[in-house]
Each structure stands twice: as structure tokens, then as C-alpha cells.
């Protein structure tokens, strides 16, 4: 059995391959983007939730946690912690950090003040309000 | 060389018409999961597909087919003139079938339906658009080889380019008759 | 030990480098490169010990060095050193391809400085302050980009990348064009120019989580999955080569087809993380279809790599290039096919999803891919830099053992983070009473304690390599 095999086949297929599926995945981001706001919780994006996702990301929050899933795998699931635990819970939580369990886990103080709490827990809370197509499978996360 | 013995058209090509027909067949296996957890939901949204412009379609791209074999075999016996003009056969089917389906998508839209609206709506969409993206994929492999033919690039000793085309087209065509039963007619 | 069938290639004209193992001069400017990577992954991995010790005794080294402040350091030590990896191997790479000299040797030197002292200065701020203090003094505010998984840089270091990589592809490019452009040499600059533009999306960070997480993946997906697999590609192609003797049209073709391969499936395949982060449900069957067939391209490296060696012309003098070419394609369609595989559709995603099981495969994915190709191309490299053909037959045998040590020791922390990974699943997410997170913690300790005493081989594997580079100099020298 003999088939031709040239390098310019190969070359065209690899070029046109990559423009066609890249076309094609731009193509779904532009339906994504165009579904979102009726999936991503948009409405309830205020101010406060703004300045929470800050807090969450300059305290590097991802680097033990996990936040839809995504982030570090070293402390609980946060996507849905505001179902979880509520609102004062958390609060209460982060303000008693660290622990100092011996050999537990331990994470650390943020200095976080009240108005800076509330603005977490609404970034929180809003993170939990994204349609997630039903994941995580329990509270647990 | 024995032409029984012979594989048409390049390797590369059909290493890629391997994956895509690989893509298609995972894309079909998950439509009839669904289906058959869904049965009322599938039968309600196949029933309003129109079955006719379906057909005329599948009928093209089987034209489109049958030309593109006469032009391999019409550069096989070095004429190529007529090869090159039954490539543009080819290419007119193609875009024939592209307008009918392109109104149906443009009616679907309108309607309001999405890749969003149901697993039905969303699989119908997934494997029609993306086969229409491979038929317009197909009608510039053709026109690419249709210009290289212009220049004289393939003769009764060299014409794997057409060849290669070939196959990508079939492969459309093959994708289609598929689908074409399994979305359109199995009910 | 057998010598080599061919002598080493002169230049057809030109002037003839001091330095008779390597074409042109400028190539060695990859050196101080290489030598930064290997730094750099030493100091990636003991973070790594100190993770794996957190795991299990939680308070070590707290407060000094918080868990997530050591996630950092060893996740941006790990592309770092790797982005060092690829830079070397482009300079030398590049050159040789373009039969010509480097177009600006000083520049690429000016440029390696820069971005050591630029990653330096960054995981020093990591350790010597808290992070919402780095947030501050570099100015986060001006332009938020902080904060997310493997974008914790400063916004003024991701500035930095940018301008590295720019004088890097500038640099690169213009070789290129002045010189002899291979198959080779433009898979690697469609690579390396991909990597600079993916890597503008770590600037788009929308108050909008959804779009945050949605173009994220655009630098981390399109990156590991799309075009990093390139550059791999290219490296590997390169290596084989050089120390299979086939012919290069061959190996090139099948470059092409593996590459095409990647794109085809890997693009969509980004799909496979738009399952749960607020993206549209048909994302499940789109990224399902397309990431079932990854490891196709990986397994076609797999097979493509081993052909080619037994199709050799040649017993080139350095075995261990060829067991790390040959280890690369192994590992990297084990760890990004196969343990890709594992989890990606989507219904056992979903019970997955953010677990060990997915540290279980970027751990062996992003060692059998990345971490080995770069090493593959610095185990062929570092002897003709250092003025001979190969390591003496002692060296080799010292490198030797530290691939099998490493490359062994990470496929075990693969295995027990796989099975901490399973039993989570089972005790947090399945059944009617599902376990907090942290009582589940609890019960896969010992898992965490085997992948801990795993990764204790794997570092010892690590120095065994450093000390294959001083192995065997007088021998080598005699040589």
C-alpha cells in the first residue's frame, strides 16, 4: 500500500486546522458572552461586590482556596460558602484567623475591618448566585 | 505501481479526516444519549425540521461528490480542463447547500432559537453549524486546488492535490448523509 | 562508548566559533539561560517539600511562609524557570535553524538579566511582605491584575514578561527573517509569539467573575494546551534531529501533523474547563468531544518520538538527550493525555472538579511535557556548550539516574495524589452523608504523606542532576 505524504499537505492542514477551530472558538465566546448575562449574576454585580472581588484578590484567597472549583485545593470550596455557612459565620471566621491549632491548618489574618468584610461577603454572595449548571454536587463543595 | 494498491489522496489528509470524522462520531454518540433520555423533547423538535430543503441538500452534496470523483478521474486521463471545470461543480453545490441551510439558520435565529434553548436545539445547532463550517471549509480546499489546476499544478502522473480535495469532500458528504439520518429521518 | 558517525558540522563559511561543537557563537548566549532554569526549579521544588509538608503537619512554617504565599512561589517558579527554558532554547535553536548568527547576542544577554532580576525581585516580595502589601507598593490599583491562579505577578512584572518576551521575539524574529527559515524554526516563533499574545489576556481582569475565569483560561489553556505545545513540538523535533540523523523533511512532516493535531483538539478542548464557571451548558459536550481526543496528539509525540530513534542513522554519543527525548513523549502523553483524560468529560468532572485529582495531573503533565522537554534540550545542548559532543560516559550515567529518580518519583505522586484525589471524591461529594472538607482532609492524610516522601526522591533526583554537570571533567576534557 503507498500513499503520498508531503511536508506542504501537512503544513496547509496544520495552518488552516488552527485558523478553522480558532475561528470556530471565537465564534462560541461570542455566544457565550452574548448567553452570560442571563447565567452570570450580573445584576446583582454592585459596587461592594466589585471591591470584595478585590479584597478576595489581594489577600490571594485562590492560593488555599478553591472558588468554582478553581484555585488551589488546600482549604474548602468558597463558591458556595456563603450558602454553606452565611453571611456572619464568615465574618466571624476570617476575624478569628489564625487558629493556632497545633498542626492544624492555618490561615493567616487578614486585618480586614467591617465595611472590607461585608464587601467579601458580597462578593461571596454573588459568587454563589452564578449558574453553575448545579455544581458543586453537594454543600460541601 | 497497481492502482488497487494505491491510497488516494495525501496522508496528512487523511489523518485529519480521521480526527474530524472521530469529532463527529462523539458529537453523534452524545446526541443519541440524550435523545434517548429526552425522548418527547427530541421527537417534538425533530418533527418541525423541514425534511424537504434537507433532502435537496443531501442530494447536493452528493452531486458535489459525484463531480469531484469525475474530476480525479478526469485529471487521471489528463483533461484537465474538464477537471477543473467539474471542481467548479463541486464548489457550486457546496454553495447551493450553504444558501438553503444559511435561510433555515436565518429563520431558526430569528425565531429566537440558540445553542441556549434545549438539548435538542443545542445539539441540532452544534452538529449543523459545525458541518456547515466544514462544507465552507470544503468549497476552499476546492477552490485552492481549482486555482492550482488553473496553473497547470496537476496531470494524469500528478494529481494527489485533487485527490487529497476529494476526500475532504467526501468526508463532508459522508458527515452529512449521517446526520441527515439520524437528525432528520430517524424519528 | 561508541563515537559519534559524523564529525560535528562546520560552517560552510563564516567566522568559525572558538568552540568546535557549536555552529555559531551567539548560540551559547543560552547558557546563562539554561543555568537560571535549573536554579530556579530547585528552588520550585523545595517550595514544593514545604507544600507537601503543610498538607499534612498544617502549621509548618506558619506564619513565615502561609501556605498560599508558598503555592505562589512554586507555581511561578515552575513557568518562570520553564519560560527561561524556552528562551535558551530559542537562542540556540534559533540560530542553528537560521544558519546565521544571533541578530543581537548583547541584547539577549541584557535581556536574561533583566528578567532574572525582575523574577527575583518578585518572589522576594512574595516571601518579604504580605501580599496585599506587594498589591499596594506596585501599584495594583492602577490596573488590577493580581490575585488570580498563575497571574499573582505584580502588574508591573507582568509588564516586564511582556517587554522580555517582546526584546526575546524581536530578537528571534530577526534571525529568522535574515536567515534560513526552516519548518522547525517557524513552529517555534508561532509558539513563542502565541505565548506573548496570550499572555496580554492576564491584563483583562472584569469585576465580572464569569468573564474574569472565562478569558483567564485564554492565557492558562491556550498556553499549556495550545501554543506551549508548539514550542514543545519544535524542541523535540529539533533534539531528533540532531541526535537521530533521519532525514529532516520526515521529521518535520510529522511536526506539522502533531501540531495540527494539538490545535485541532485543543482549542475547543478549552471547553473542558467551561463546565461549572457560570459558561453555557452546551460547553459540556462541546469541551467533552474535543478534550476526549487531547491525547491523540500526545500519543502520536509518543509514537513520532520512538520511530524516529529507531530509525536512526546515527548513534549519536549522547544516550541521555535521547532518554530524555524519549522520556518526554512517554511522561508527557501519560501525564497530559491519559490523566487529562481521566477527568475531563464532563459527567466525572463534575464529581472531580477542584480536586486533588486535578493537582494529580497538572503535577505529571506539566513535568512529562514541559519541565522534560526543556531538560531533553539542555541535556542536548549544555555539552556542545561546554565544548564537546557529549558527557563522558560517567556524567551520563549520574544524569541518567536522576531522570529515572525524578521521572519515577513524579509518576508516584501522581499515583497517591490520584488516590487522595479518589477518596475525596467518594467521601466529600458521593453518598448520603457527605464529610466537610477538612474531615475529609483528615482521612487522606497518609496519602499526602507518601506523595510528600515522593517528592523527597524526586529532589534527591534533582541534585543527582546538578551533579551530573560536574561529573566526569577531567574524562570529558581528555575527550
Same mark, same amino acid.
Given at each position: 500500500m503507498s500513499a503520498s505524504f508531503t511536508k506542504s499537505t501537512a503544513r496547509n492542514i496544520f495552518y488552516g486546522g488552527a485558523v478553522f477551530f480558532f475561528l470556530l472558538f471565537l465564534a462560541l465566546t461570542v455566544d457565550t458572552v452574548q448567553t452570560l448575562p442571563k447565567r452570570d449574576n450580573r445584576a446583582n454585580l454592585t459596587e461592594q461586590v466589585a471591591r470584595g472581588k478585590k479584597l478576595w484578590e489581594v489577600n490571594n484567597c485562590i492560593g488555599c482556596h478553591t472558588l468554582l472549583g478553581e484555585g488551589a485545593y488546600f482549604a474548602p470550596e468558597l463558591g458556595n460558602v456563603y450558602q454553606r455557612r452565611g453571611p456572619e459565620f464568615i465574618k466571624a471566621w476570617i476575624k478569628a484567623q489564625p487558629t493556632g491549632a497545633p498542626g492544624r491548618r492555618q490561615m493567616p489574618n487578614f486585618h480586614l475591618n467591617d465595611a472590607e468584610l461585608d464587601d467579601l461577603v458580597a462578593f461571596l454572595k454573588y459568587a454563589s448566585e452564578i449558574d453553575t449548571n448545579k455544581w458543586p454536587p453537594n454543600i460541601e463543595g | 505501481m497497481p492502482r488497487s494498491r494505491h491510497v488516494p489522496g495525501d496522508l496528512a489528509m487523511w489523518l485529519f479526516i480521521l480526527a474530524e470524522l472521530a469529532v463527529f462520531a462523539l458529537f453523534f454518540a452524545l446526541y443519541g444519549v440524550h435523545r434517548a433520555r429526552q425522548p418527547a423533547l427530541f421527537a417534538q423538535g425533530q418533527a418541525s425540521l423541514r425534511l424537504g430543503s434537507a433532502l435537496v441538500n443531501t442530494l447536493l452534496l452528493i452531486a458535489g461528490s459525484a463531480a469531484v470523483a469525475a474530476s480525479v478521474r478526469a485529471f487521471a486521463a489528463n483533461q484537465l480542463a474538464r477537471g477543473a471545470h467539474l471542481l467548479g461543480w463541486t464548489w457550486l453545490s457546496g454553495a447551493v447547500f450553504l444558501l438553503l441551510k444559511g435561510e433555515e439558520f436565518a429563520h431558526l435565529f430569528a425565531a429566537?432559537? $440558540?445553542? $441556549? $434553548?434545549?438539548d435538542f436545539w443545542m445539539f441540532y445547532l452544534s452538529l449543523t453549524v459545525f458541518h456547515f463550517l466544514h462544507v465552507v471549509l470544503g468549497m476552499v480546499i476546492i477552490v485552492a486546488v481549482w486555482l492550482r489546476a488553473r496553473r497547470g499544478a496537476y496531470g494524469a502522473a500528478n494529481h494527489v492535490g485533487v485527490e487529497t480535495a476529494a476526500a475532504y469532500w467526501h468526508m463532508v458528504d459522508l458527515v452529512w448523509v449521517v446526520l441527515f439520518a439520524l437528525v432528520y429521518v430517524a424519528r | 562508548m561508541s563515537t559519534s558517525a559524523k564529525a560535528a558540522p562546520r560552517p560552510a563559511g563564516g567566522p568559525t566559533p572558538a568552540n568546535m561543537h557549536i555552529r555559531f557563537a551567539s548560540q551559547t548566549v543560552a547558557k546563562p539561560y539554561f543555568v537560571a532554569a535549573i536554579g530556579l526549579f530547585v528552588g520550585q521544588v523545595i517550595f514544593g517539600l514545604i507544600m507537601g509538608l503543610q498538607y499534612v503537619i498544617g502549621d509548618f512554617l506558619f506564619p513565615e511562609i502561609p501556605f498560599n504565599v508558598a503555592r505562589m512561589v512554586h507555581t511561578n517558579l515552575l513557568i518562570v524557570w520553564l519560560l527561561f527554558g524556552f528562551m535558551g532554547a530559542g537562542y540556540y535553536l534559533i540560530p542553528e535553524e537560521s544558519e546565521r548568527e544571533l541578530h543581537s547576542p548583547l541584547l539577549a544577554k541584557i535581556t536574561f538579566w533583566v528578567f532574572l532580576v525582575a523574577g527575583a525581585l518578585t518572589i522576594v516580595g512574595y516571601l518579604a511582605v504580605p501580599y496585599a502589601t506587594l498589591a499596594k507598593i506596585t501599584g495594583n490599583d492602577l490596573l488590577p491584575t493580581m490575585g488570580r491562579e498563575f497571574l499573582e505577578q505584580p502588574t508591573i512584572t507582568k509588564i516586564g514578561i511582556v517587554l522580555v518576551a517582546l526584546s526575546f521575539l524581536f530578537n528571534l524574529s530577526m534571525t529568522v527573517l535574515k536567515g534560513r527559515k526552516t519548518s522547525i524554526s517557524l513552529v517555534m516563533m508561532l509558539g513563542l509569539w502565541g505565548l506573548a499574545i496570550f499572555f496580554l489576556f492576564s491584563f483583562y481582569n472584569p469585576h465580572n467573575l464569569v468573564l474574569d475565569k472565562y478569558f483567564w483560561w485564554w492565557v492558562v489553556h491556550l498556553w499549556v494546551e495550545g501554543v506551549w505545545e508548539l514550542i514543545m513540538g519544535a524542541m523535540l523535533a529539533f533534539v531528533l534531529v540532531k541526535v537521530t540523523g533521519v532525514d529532516r523533511e520526515i521529521i518535520e512532516k510529522w511536526l506539522y501533523v502533531i501540531i495540527a493535531m494539538t490545535l485541532i483538539t485543543g482549542i475547543i478542548g478549552t471547553g473542558h474547563h467551561y463546565f461549572w464557571i457560570g459558561t453555557p451548558g452546551y460547553w459540556q459536550v462541546w469541551g467533552s468531544v474535543f478534550s476526549a481526543l487531547e491525547p491523540i496528539p500526545f500519543f502520536m509525540m509518543t509514537l513520532f518520538a520512538f520511530n524516529m530513534v529507531n530509525k536512526r542513522r546515527r548513534e549519536h554519543p549522547n544516550k541521555a538527550a535521547v532518554l530524555w527525548a524519549l522520556g518526554t513523549g512517554v511522561m508527557a502523553f501519560l501525564g497530559a493525555g491519559v490523566w487529562g483524560f481521566l477527568h475531563t468529560l464532563a459527567p466525572v468532572n463534575y464529581l472531580t472538579h477542584g480536586t486533588q485529582i486535578t493537582a494529580s495531573h497538572g503535577h505529571m503533565a506539566f513535568y512529562g511535557a514541559y519541565a522534560m522537554v526543556v531538560m531533553t534540550m539542555i541535556s542536548y545542548t549544555m555539552p556542545l556548550m561546554r565544548g564537546r559532543e557529549a558527557n563522558s560516559n560517567g556524567a551520563q550515567v549520574v544524569e541518567m539516574w536522576a531522570f529515572w529518580l525524578m521521572t519515577i518519583a513524579m509518576v508516584f505522586i501522581t499515583l497517591f495524589l490520584t488516590g487522595a484525589g479518589i477518596l475525596q471524591v467518594w467521601m466529600q461529594r458521593m453518598g448520603e452523608q457527605p464529610l466537610g472538607f477538612m474531615a475529609t482532609q483528615d482521612k487522606i492524610a497518609f496519602f499526602y504523606w507518601l506523595r510528600e516522601a515522593a517528592g523527597v526522591v524526586f529532589f534527591a533526583g534533582l541534585l543527582l542532576y546538578i551533579v551530573s554537570f560536574f561529573v566526569g571533567k577531567r574524562e570529558a576534557a581528555r575527550g
Amino acid at each position: 500500500m503507498s500513499a503520498s505524504f508531503t511536508k506542504s499537505t501537512a503544513r496547509n492542514i496544520f495552518y488552516g486546522g488552527a485558523v478553522f477551530f480558532f475561528l470556530l472558538f471565537l465564534a462560541l465566546t461570542v455566544d457565550t458572552v452574548q448567553t452570560l448575562p442571563k447565567r452570570d449574576n450580573r445584576a446583582n454585580l454592585t459596587e461592594q461586590v466589585a471591591r470584595g472581588k478585590k479584597l478576595w484578590e489581594v489577600n490571594n484567597c485562590i492560593g488555599c482556596h478553591t472558588l468554582l472549583g478553581e484555585g488551589a485545593y488546600f482549604a474548602p470550596e468558597l463558591g458556595n460558602v456563603y450558602q454553606r455557612r452565611g453571611p456572619e459565620f464568615i465574618k466571624a471566621w476570617i476575624k478569628a484567623q489564625p487558629t493556632g491549632a497545633p498542626g492544624r491548618r492555618q490561615m493567616p489574618n487578614f486585618h480586614l475591618n467591617d465595611a472590607e468584610l461585608d464587601d467579601l461577603v458580597a462578593f461571596l454572595k454573588y459568587a454563589s448566585e452564578i449558574d453553575t449548571n448545579k455544581w458543586p454536587p453537594n454543600i460541601e463543595g | 505501481m497497481p492502482r488497487s494498491r494505491h491510497v488516494p489522496g495525501d496522508l496528512a489528509m487523511w489523518l485529519f479526516i480521521l480526527a474530524e470524522l472521530a469529532v463527529f462520531a462523539l458529537f453523534f454518540a452524545l446526541y443519541g444519549v440524550h435523545r434517548a433520555r429526552q425522548p418527547a423533547l427530541f421527537a417534538q423538535g425533530q418533527a418541525s425540521l423541514r425534511l424537504g430543503s434537507a433532502l435537496v441538500n443531501t442530494l447536493l452534496l452528493i452531486a458535489g461528490s459525484a463531480a469531484v470523483a469525475a474530476s480525479v478521474r478526469a485529471f487521471a486521463a489528463n483533461q484537465l480542463a474538464r477537471g477543473a471545470h467539474l471542481l467548479g461543480w463541486t464548489w457550486l453545490s457546496g454553495a447551493v447547500f450553504l444558501l438553503l441551510k444559511g435561510e433555515e439558520f436565518a429563520h431558526l435565529f430569528a425565531a429566537g432559537v $440558540s445553542l $441556549s $434553548s434545549d438539548d435538542f436545539w443545542m445539539f441540532y445547532l452544534s452538529l449543523t453549524v459545525f458541518h456547515f463550517l466544514h462544507v465552507v471549509l470544503g468549497m476552499v480546499i476546492i477552490v485552492a486546488v481549482w486555482l492550482r489546476a488553473r496553473r497547470g499544478a496537476y496531470g494524469a502522473a500528478n494529481h494527489v492535490g485533487v485527490e487529497t480535495a476529494a476526500a475532504y469532500w467526501h468526508m463532508v458528504d459522508l458527515v452529512w448523509v449521517v446526520l441527515f439520518a439520524l437528525v432528520y429521518v430517524a424519528r | 562508548m561508541s563515537t559519534s558517525a559524523k564529525a560535528a558540522p562546520r560552517p560552510a563559511g563564516g567566522p568559525t566559533p572558538a568552540n568546535m561543537h557549536i555552529r555559531f557563537a551567539s548560540q551559547t548566549v543560552a547558557k546563562p539561560y539554561f543555568v537560571a532554569a535549573i536554579g530556579l526549579f530547585v528552588g520550585q521544588v523545595i517550595f514544593g517539600l514545604i507544600m507537601g509538608l503543610q498538607y499534612v503537619i498544617g502549621d509548618f512554617l506558619f506564619p513565615e511562609i502561609p501556605f498560599n504565599v508558598a503555592r505562589m512561589v512554586h507555581t511561578n517558579l515552575l513557568i518562570v524557570w520553564l519560560l527561561f527554558g524556552f528562551m535558551g532554547a530559542g537562542y540556540y535553536l534559533i540560530p542553528e535553524e537560521s544558519e546565521r548568527e544571533l541578530h543581537s547576542p548583547l541584547l539577549a544577554k541584557i535581556t536574561f538579566w533583566v528578567f532574572l532580576v525582575a523574577g527575583a525581585l518578585t518572589i522576594v516580595g512574595y516571601l518579604a511582605v504580605p501580599y496585599a502589601t506587594l498589591a499596594k507598593i506596585t501599584g495594583n490599583d492602577l490596573l488590577p491584575t493580581m490575585g488570580r491562579e498563575f497571574l499573582e505577578q505584580p502588574t508591573i512584572t507582568k509588564i516586564g514578561i511582556v517587554l522580555v518576551a517582546l526584546s526575546f521575539l524581536f530578537n528571534l524574529s530577526m534571525t529568522v527573517l535574515k536567515g534560513r527559515k526552516t519548518s522547525i524554526s517557524l513552529v517555534m516563533m508561532l509558539g513563542l509569539w502565541g505565548l506573548a499574545i496570550f499572555f496580554l489576556f492576564s491584563f483583562y481582569n472584569p469585576h465580572n467573575l464569569v468573564l474574569d475565569k472565562y478569558f483567564w483560561w485564554w492565557v492558562v489553556h491556550l498556553w499549556v494546551e495550545g501554543v506551549w505545545e508548539l514550542i514543545m513540538g519544535a524542541m523535540l523535533a529539533f533534539v531528533l534531529v540532531k541526535v537521530t540523523g533521519v532525514d529532516r523533511e520526515i521529521i518535520e512532516k510529522w511536526l506539522y501533523v502533531i501540531i495540527a493535531m494539538t490545535l485541532i483538539t485543543g482549542i475547543i478542548g478549552t471547553g473542558h474547563h467551561y463546565f461549572w464557571i457560570g459558561t453555557p451548558g452546551y460547553w459540556q459536550v462541546w469541551g467533552s468531544v474535543f478534550s476526549a481526543l487531547e491525547p491523540i496528539p500526545f500519543f502520536m509525540m509518543t509514537l513520532f518520538a520512538f520511530n524516529m530513534v529507531n530509525k536512526r542513522r546515527r548513534e549519536h554519543p549522547n544516550k541521555a538527550a535521547v532518554l530524555w527525548a524519549l522520556g518526554t513523549g512517554v511522561m508527557a502523553f501519560l501525564g497530559a493525555g491519559v490523566w487529562g483524560f481521566l477527568h475531563t468529560l464532563a459527567p466525572v468532572n463534575y464529581l472531580t472538579h477542584g480536586t486533588q485529582i486535578t493537582a494529580s495531573h497538572g503535577h505529571m503533565a506539566f513535568y512529562g511535557a514541559y519541565a522534560m522537554v526543556v531538560m531533553t534540550m539542555i541535556s542536548y545542548t549544555m555539552p556542545l556548550m561546554r565544548g564537546r559532543e557529549a558527557n563522558s560516559n560517567g556524567a551520563q550515567v549520574v544524569e541518567m539516574w536522576a531522570f529515572w529518580l525524578m521521572t519515577i518519583a513524579m509518576v508516584f505522586i501522581t499515583l497517591f495524589l490520584t488516590g487522595a484525589g479518589i477518596l475525596q471524591v467518594w467521601m466529600q461529594r458521593m453518598g448520603e452523608q457527605p464529610l466537610g472538607f477538612m474531615a475529609t482532609q483528615d482521612k487522606i492524610a497518609f496519602f499526602y504523606w507518601l506523595r510528600e516522601a515522593a517528592g523527597v526522591v524526586f529532589f534527591a533526583g534533582l541534585l543527582l542532576y546538578i551533579v551530573s554537570f560536574f561529573v566526569g571533567k577531567r574524562e570529558a576534557a581528555r575527550g
